[in-house]
């Protein structure tokens, strides 16, 4: 384990689907995956229902290291923050047996767990039906909040202990899968200034909406360096599937046109509404079947931009000329990816170990599946070897 008091480099050894030290490099689709490619065999068909083959090995992959994190440190609550549609907490509460609190800031997300909740558990009474001997005992769903946490304020919520284990002393285990932005930041400064939180599990995503200055750099190592800033583009670069861009780029797929189309749509954009900064353009199906101007009328509609503007067809078709151009910019730019997703997660780390916590990063997921694969796990007290069992898959 890398020391808190001086940089030696953080653990991150054992996992096979890691490839490298960081979790990149390996090409193998996960044995889970070998007999059905959209269903896992690590888990029954109920926690399957409604759920992706990615997040089927996110949640089960990260459950299970939670589990075994709150079995280390003497856990009585798992707080998920940011938890979507309730996935994650789903499958630690009513497949693990973990006391779980969901916290959502969208009210729909939050409505459709709850009834996903409901869903599972008639599931899981019809197999325990078919088979008494599966029936599990003190069996508890999570219990979901709708509240949207402030990086830069104490959420009380989060820490407010479960009903039922209101007596017993209330110790957290903190855990976002894939929690954008500053809410990864949020998690690592609850975990560092609240006692009643002795474990952290944390997944980030969404770099480029880290808030500067405030969620990049939070260490003083990383702060002293020079030149250490990341502008928006390498942040949103970081970002990028690696794995899944080198596949479409070995079998030249079509849809590779999408960045010149989308470059062309900026000039447009910052010729008609220069203000608009960073427009998200999203949900344009099957964009290689479009001609270039149609695209970028379906683009200047999405970000609120009169369609029907007059559209200089020749400089369009000049843009298009040079797609192969853009492809490869792009290819570039992306294989600084992996570099600048490392100084973020290395900045977070340095933060715990300044403080005097115990931290590691652990590649957990398939890079393949999961391009975000790195769990930052802290501690409040020693663990030595048993931070390298974490990362080990289950039998």
Known sequence: MASSTGWTGPTTTGHTAAGNAWGRGGSQTPSEFLENPSQSSRLTAPFRKHVKPKKQHEIRRLGELVKKLSDLTGCTQVVDVGSGQGHLSRFMSLGLGLMVKSIEGDQRLVERAQRLDQQLLQALAKVEKRNPRVVQRGRFSPQHVVKWVDPKVLCEELLLPLESTRHSGTRLLLTGLHACGDLSVALLRHFCCCPEVVALASVGCCYMKLSAPGGYPLS????????????????????????????????ARPDLRTHCYRAALETVIRHACPELQRPGVQGIPRVHELKIEEYVQQGLQRVGIDPQLPLNLAALQAHQAQENRVIAFFSLALLMAPLVETLILLDRLLYLQEQGFHAELLPIFSPELSPRNMVLVATKMPLGQAFSALETEDS
């Open 220 to 251: 003083q190592w990383v702060a002293g360096l020079p030149g250490y800033e990341l502008p928006y583009r390498l942040r949103e670069g970081a970002c990028h599937a690696l794995e899944e861009y080198a596949e479409r780029l070995q079998k």
